[in-house]
């Protein structure tokens, strides 16, 4: 027995040693990528030296001679800290992430190779300015710099991804910073899913009237009645009642789901609504939150001067920020410009499409899809006149379309002439409010809400090209349409002189929340459907309610968590509820609904994440809606996961008869409103209990309403997620200025998946007193102590100096690169 034991120990010594063995291999392989930002080092491809200053937020300073090294400077600085997130977002533009994932991103490449990105991004190269090109070229120029040494000096592959993932890396191309412009411009369009929500609602709603109930204008006129859209295909066979066939989302797919399209907040004030006599500029764009963020804190010294903000790996601009005379914040515009057309096919020849003219020709090309350890697959790739031709199997497509017919998309981004990037190049040289807005002419897509301070002036314009509708056209662009009608073809693009522009306006305050900017009659209307009508309340009485400001009230208004929903529905939905209630004993259904009611009815509507109201509050509404639609949409309530405060308040104020949804129609009973929101705020009790027991009073939001930033493929590996993957208990919420959009989903429905990957706050009274966050850290190797430390300030609502004084980065320098030309 003694020698088994021994034996035992033996093995079991073993095993550990092994193991302990195995995990520093592994930690010494992962460590070899870890940058290092002391050093000098021979590269080919700069013409002088270049000098990168990382503050001691790892933010590079890059100093050079010619503003062509300075692009060569941040495009090595990229690929130092970003190699996995730019080659990953370079694959998915290219449709190429089967090669290194198999076939579960086969959708994802069959959709990217569909679109056809890369193309058009490839032949819009030829469309920059010649300042431009010479940026995009000594941007490659440095990505690749960076990619022969992690080849020279066996740096570990260049990131831990490439260990587990094999993902050759191709040399950097100017095409391929394109690429990733038009990728982003994919996961900031939304307006095609709303097509196809609204088409598959109205054919379970043929009733405007409830169909204008669940998808509501944003108040305000200008909207026409729609037709029904089965009549706008007469003698079809119409899926009515299609049940959606699509499969769980892929974590790598690059088109948001509804309600996630891009959301922002920018604000600007005059001189004489500043309280130090310069402008005052505050902008938080709303991306899903990842490890590590999409944003890339950087500063760029230019012959134009310098220019610090946010930047995109993959990209030679910074984003949003400002200069030494100009500030830019970017919003979400929520612009129509993309439309769906249903394409009749020829019953005699499926290779042919009906047009105006009659039948023509699909133009077509094969398309290779490699897969790692699989057969590849060929896919013949089709376009019509108004664009490509979408999978049916995607987006519930097939709910929505004829027998005999498929989908096209007309798009802005599919532009082989994009000169977007010429725009945000020009936008960082600009030196005044007037030369921007010159610039932003050139923008294309993404379609944003510009912004603008200099020190004198504030504007704000719509940026992004315009699709031109006909006025007769059948759906005004909200439903998928008949491709083969001349009427709902577009007819070009509108001039830039179109965009709606406010500059210096009496009020001396500019701003928007994605919210409805103006009321012009289609088709001049910018949009039908908008991202916000409850953010916007919130702001206005913020900006109004004091004569001047600071940075400090912008920083103030930017982290507010007071939610101007929660102060409107709760006393319409509790209205019949609040000290209605007869005693009951404690441990009962009718004492906990009491015990609830009295918190709301105490509760000023902050989001705060150490409160038990938000959650109590956030669990009733969303029960509510789900008592409502369930009966009338069944299976396609699940599309609307979020509530919808414009939908509850049509509902519990009977506006055009809305009560009606009170009543479940399967019911013999005749249910009020009163009675489905008491029976909604005893589910949410239930659902409470069940999820986090105790009593009411120990509930916390921030237990619900964590921030998940995870990492896009790590993420979901079992152990190591632990490691790679950011949790944070955070307030706000879906209506909150500081914004955090939950995930509605099941088991974390409150899970916050979607909010300010930067904050930045630009004063020019005292520009260098200007500040500005990320939502993780600069680098993407997450054994790296900059992996998540902007996380932790980001997640306190604090920030960081965003100065352009050199000597204060070199003062506080971790490290300093200089790249000498071989």
Not at 45 to 72: C, K, L, M, Q, T
Request: aromatic content about 8%; proline content about 6%; charged content about 20%.
């Amino acid at each position: 027995m003694a020698t088994l034991f021994r034996w035992l120990l033996r093995f079991a010594s073993m095993a550990i040693m092994l193991s302990v063995i195995v995990v520093l291999l592994v930690y010494y392989l992962a460590s070899r990528s870890l940058p290092e930002y002391d050093k000098d080092l021979a590269v080919a491809g700069a013409a002088a030296e270049i000098e990168i200053v990382r503050d001691n937020a790892a933010v590079p300073h890059i100093f050079a001679r010619s503003d062509r090294d300075a692009y060569f400077g941040l495009g090595y600085a990229h690929a130092q800290d970003r190699i996995w997130q730019m080659v990953l977002m370079r694959r998915t533009a290219q449709g190429r992430l089967s090669e290194v994932f198999g076939r579960r991103t086969l959708d994802t490449d069959i959709l990217m190779r569909r679109l056809d990105l890369y193309t058009a991004a490839t032949r819009s190269v030829d469309a920059q300015d010649a300042t431009t090109t010479q940026a995009l070229r000594a941007y490659a120029a440095g990505v690749n710099a960076r990619i022969a040494e992690i080849n020279d000096q066996s740096l570990g592959r260049g990131a831990p991804e490439f260990f587990l993932f094999n993902a050759p890396v191709a040399p950097w191309q100017p095409a391929d910073s394109l690429a990733i412009v038009k990728l982003m411009a994919l996961q900031l369009s939304g307006q095609f899913r709303d097509e196809i929500l609204r088409a598959r609602t109205s054919l379970l709603l043929p009733d405007p009237n409830r169909l204008a109930d669940i998808l509501p204008d944003m108040p305000g006129d200008g909207t026409a009645a729609l037709p029904d859209y089965a009549g706008l295909f007469p003698n079809r066979d119409m899926p009515r009642f299609a049940a959606s066939s699509e499969g769980p989302r892929d974590p790598l797919s690059p088109v948001p789901e509804r309600g996630l399209a891009g959301a922002s907040n920018a604000f600007a004030a005059a001189p004489d609504r500043s309280a130090g006599g310069g402008t005052l500029l505050a902008n938080d764009p709303h991306l899903g939150l990842t490890a590590p963020s999409t944003w890339y804190l950087a500063r760029l010294q230019l012959s134009s001067g310098g220019v610090i903000g946010g930047t995109i790996p993959g990209v030679p601009a910074v984003m949003l920020g400002r200069s030494q005379d100009l500030a830019w914040g970017l919003t979400s515009s929520y612009l129509d410009d993309q439309d769906l057309h249903i394409e009749e096919l020829n019953p005699e020849n499926s290779e042919q499409y009906r047009t105006p003219e009659g039948w023509a020709r699909f133009r077509t090309r094969r398309s290779i899809i490699e897969i790692k350890d699989d057969t590849p697959v060929t896919v013949t790739l089709r376009w019509t006149e108004n664009g490509p031709v979408l999978p049916r199997t995607r987006f519930d497509l097939e709910t929505i379309t004829p027998p005999g017919h498929v989908v096209s998309l007309n798009w802005t981004a599919l532009a082989e002439d994009d000169s977007s990037m010429s725009a945000a190049i020009g936008l960082m040289r600009a030196g005044s409010v007037e030369e921007a807005l010159e610039s932003s002419g050139r923008f294309v897509a993404p379609s944003q809400m510009l912004t603008l301070i200099d020190r004198d002036s504030i504007a704000m314009k719509l940026i992004g090209a315009m699709p031109a509708r006909d006025p007769a056209h059948q759906s005004q662009g909200r439903l998928p349409s008949p491709g083969w009608i001349e009427a709902n073809r577009w007819q070009g693009m509108l001039p830039d002189s179109a965009n709606p522009v406010w500059t210096d306006p009496d009020g001396g305050i500019v701003g928007n929340t994605n919210n409805k900017i103006i009321d012009r009659p289609f088709p001049m209307h910018v949009s039908f459907d908008w991202g916000d009508s409850q953010r916007v309340m919130r702001w206005t009485q913020l900006m109004q309610g004091r004569q001047v400001h600071t940075r400090d009230s912008f920083i103030e208004a930017q982290l507010d968590t007071v939610s101007p929903t929660a102060r409107t529905l709760l006393p319409l939905i509790g209205r019949d509820l609040w000290y209605t209630g007869e005693a009951a004993p404690d441990g009962t259904p009718e004492r906990r609904r009491q015990q609830a009611l009295d918190l709301l009815a105490n509760w000023n509507g902050e989001m705060n994440e150490h409160l038990p109201e938000p959650l109590i509050y956030a669990a009733w509404v969303r029960a509510l809606q789900e008592r409502l639609i369930r009966d009338e949409l069944g299976p396609l309530a699940e599309r609307f996961n979020h509530v919808e405060p414009l939908f509850i308040e049509r509902v519990f104020r009977n506006v055009d008869g809305a009560a009606v949804w009170c009543d479940v129609i399967r019911s013999v009973m005749v249910e009020t409103c009163s009675d489905i929101a008491r029976q909604s705020l005893d589910d949410a009790l239930v659902w409470i209990a069940e999820t986090y027991g105790g009593s009411l009073e120990s509930l916390r939001w921030g237990d619900a309403h964590q921030a998940l930033h995870a990492h896009a493929v790590l993420g979901e590996i079992p152990v190591l997620r632990h490691f790679v993957n950011i949790r944070q208990n955070t307030s706000g919420g879906d209506f909150t200025l500081e914004r955090g959009r939950t995930s509605g989903r099941d088991p974390e429905p409150f899970l916050n998946i979607h909010a300010a990957t930067y904050r930045g706050v630009y004063d020019f009274a005292d520009p260098d007193s200007s500040v500005f966050i990320s939502s993780t850290g600069q680098s993407g190797h997450f054994l790296s102590r900059h992996y998540d430390d902007l996380g932790t300030l980001w997640r306190r609502g604090e920030y960081i100096p965003m100065s352009l004084d050199a000597e204060l980065a070199r003062a506080a320098s971790i490290g300093v690169t200089r790249l000498i030309p071989e």
